[in-house]
T-cell receptor, first 112, second 114 residues
Framework: QQQVKQSPQSLIVQKGGISIINCAYE??????FPWYQQFPGKGPALLIA?????SEKKEGRFTISFNKSAKQFSLHIMDSQPGDSATYFC???????????FGPGTRLSVLP | EPEVTQTPSHQVTQMGQEVILRCVPI?????FYWYRQILGQKVEFLVS????????KSEIFDDQFSVERPDGSNFTLKIRSTKLEDSAMYFC????????????FGAGTRLSVL
């Protein structure tokens, strides 16, 4: 129940394309869903986050879509750029605790 | 922009030795965390710390691990007797007060146990 599943494991997109990464969870107590971006040798950096009371949040080229009934959420990167090439982790936080449960990550490569 | 600082960036140690990983969280933050990431794998929660005590810990955080905030600014992770499988990146994170969800991560310490 503490797991967050993430797919695909790796993704290759052409410059200007749309990158889509999907996550799913089981624990209905999760109440906060961040996405982190990690470059090699660096720590995860918060990209965008959503709470379950909204179905979509957009910040620049990044959009989270959230489906509470299906317990799924996804990250969409519009107009993908080579600089977006990184590993992306979805995560979830339960309101009974403060730690994050991370998905296994998606390695995104945006080709020039 | 304030950031979480971790030292050293790389620590090499012999199996069975004690190591201390150091973190300086963002100055007005109240919640502190350690995570680890084995090479190529996902980030895993170890422990959270609030009000000078552990608030939550995972099954990874056994008796070999301890955390401390010795002087109100540093936040340390000690591994008493390192094992080969402790080799990983260790990330410190901090968060502001209640209602502030964002956890800010440091750049990590790469621990190599030989």
């Amino acid at each position: 129940q503490q797991q967050v599943k993430q797919s695909p494991q790796s993704l290759i997109v052409q410059k200007g394309g749309i990158s889509i990464i999907n996550c799913a969870y089981e624990n209905t107590a999760f109440d906060y869903f961040p996405w982190y971006q990690q470059f090699p040798g660096k720590g995860p950096a918060l990209l965008i986050a959503i709470r379950p009371d909204v179905s979509e949040k957009k910040e620049g080229r990044f959009t989270i879509s959230f489906n509470k009934s299906a317990k799924q959420f996804s990250l969409h990167i519009m107009d993908s750029q080579p600089g977006d090439s990184a590993t992306y982790f979805c995560a979830a936080r339960g309101n009974y605790g403060q730690n994050f449960v991370f998905g296994p990550g998606t390695r995104l490569s945006v080709l020039p | 922009e304030p950031e979480v600082t971790q030292t050293p960036s790389h620590q090499v140690t012999q199996m069975g030795q004690e190591v201390i990983l150091r973190c300086v969280p963002i100055s007005n933050h109240l919640y502190f965390y350690w995570y680890r990431q084995i090479l190529g794998q996902k980030v895993e929660f170890l422990v959270s710390f609030y009000n000078n005590e552990i608030s939550e810990k995972s099954e990874i955080f056994d008796d070999q691990f301890s955390v401390e905030r010795p002087d109100g600014s540093n936040f340390t992770l000690k591994i008493r007797s390192t094992k080969l499988e402790d080799s990983a990146m260790y990330f410190c994170a901090s968060r502001g007060g209640r209602g502030r969800n964002i956890q800010y991560f440091g750049a990590g310490t790469r621990l190599s146990v030989l």
